[in-house]
């Protein structure tokens, strides 16, 4: 195998530019040529690749986002584009590709790789959810639940100034990894996520009882998928039902998805574009590279789509006896 590929795809995280710079370095440091692709897998059909050298991911460690990009492809769901992507590949003499995304970048690398198994494909997991089965953290989560603790941190100084109820929304439309830590974090008085059905009962009869014993604010963390709603919803049936409180709320919304990564994701994504491309090397494809136990994994790409990381259970237990 003399000549690889990387590129981005599905949502932006960051450290996806640690890892890219990683799988550059490496694949180089072992005399082979790497291509970056543009745009994911639109990138892909489309031809938007080029060769990349050392100095094409100078000073990039601590840039989040992608330097190549990201996009959603619909053509490649279809048998028609992926056609399209192995002529690409097979043009420019590409055997084998580092992907790094999330669970519908690796469910397109399955598919591809049944099509077309002399293109060896391996997954590197970025995503802010870190829902991916195969590893503890994938790249992207570290830097967002600190993002959403610092300004979480910042709203509780504006809430207990004005002895507010604040809701905030962080992202997680399938899973609440981000509003669980950030909510631990920040000594949040209840989190609402996807994985635990939200009883509004419950809830307003804990904020009413802290507004009786005069507590000065309280603060709600809501995973955007919450089965109850959004903090908006949630906020306009807790104000129906206790008019008293003086209720806002924020929604973090993309902030979670940019800024510099923190110093563990600028390591992890390193460790795992480097052990990315050393498997490529050895003939290993069709795994996502993780780390779990401060150990390195693989997961075949079926396992790593068919199934999702659970949360802790002494988490959310963690929040009701803290609060």
Do not use: W
């Not at 195969?134 to 910042?154: C, L, R």
């Not at 959004?230 to 919304?253: H, S």
């Not at 136990?293 to 803290?322: C, G, S």
């Amino acid at each position: 195998m003399q000549r690889i590929a990387v590129f981005t795809s599905g949502g932006d995280a960051p450290g996806m530019n640690a890892c890219i710079r990683a799988v550059v370095r490496t694949g180089i440091a072992m005399g082979k040529e790497v291509y970056g692709i543009r745009r994911g897998y639109a990138g892909m059909i489309e031809e938007d690749l080029f060769r990349m050298e050392k100095s094409s991911v100078s000073n990039i460690i601590q840039l989040g986002g992608t330097i190549l990009q990201s996009a959603r492809s619909e053509e490649f769901k279809t048998p028609e584009g992926r056609k399209k992507a192995y002529e690409v590949l097979q043009k420019h003499g590409i055997e084998g590709v580092v992907a790094i995304g999330g669970d519908g970048t690796f469910r397109g690398a399955r598919i591809f790789m049944d099509e077309y198994p002399d293109i060896a494909l391996i997954g590197v997991p970025g995503t802010i959810d870190n829902d991916l089965y195969g590893t503890d953290f994938t790249i992207g989560y570290d830097t967002a639940i600190n993002t959403a603790m610092n300004a979480i941190d910042n709203i509780k100084d504006t809430a207990n100034a004005h002895n507010r109820l604040f809701f905030i929304e962080v992202m997680g439309r399938d899973a609440g990894f981000i509003a669980l830590r950030s909510a631990i974090a920040t000594g949040a008085e209840a989190v609402l996520i996807p994985e635990d059905k939200t009883e509004m009962e419950e809830l307003i009869n804990m904020l009413e009882d802290n507004f009786h014993k005069k507590k000065r604010a309280s603060i709600v963390v809501v995973a955007e998928g919450d089965d109850a709603g959004g903090a908006f919803q949630i906020a306009a049936q807790v104000k129906e039902k206790c008019p008293q409180f003086d209720i806002r709320c924020t929604v973090l919304g993309h902030i979670q998805r940019g800024g510099r990564p923190t110093c563990m994701e600028r390591v992890l994504a390193s460790r795992l574009g480097m052990e990315a491309v050393k498997a490529l090397l050895v003939g290993t494809k069709s795994v996502m590279v993780g780390e779990i136990h401060r150990q390195i994994v693989f997961t075949p790409f079926e396992q790593a789509t068919k199934y999702h990381q659970r949360i802790n259970p002494d988490l959310i237990e963690m929040v009701e006896l803290l609060a």
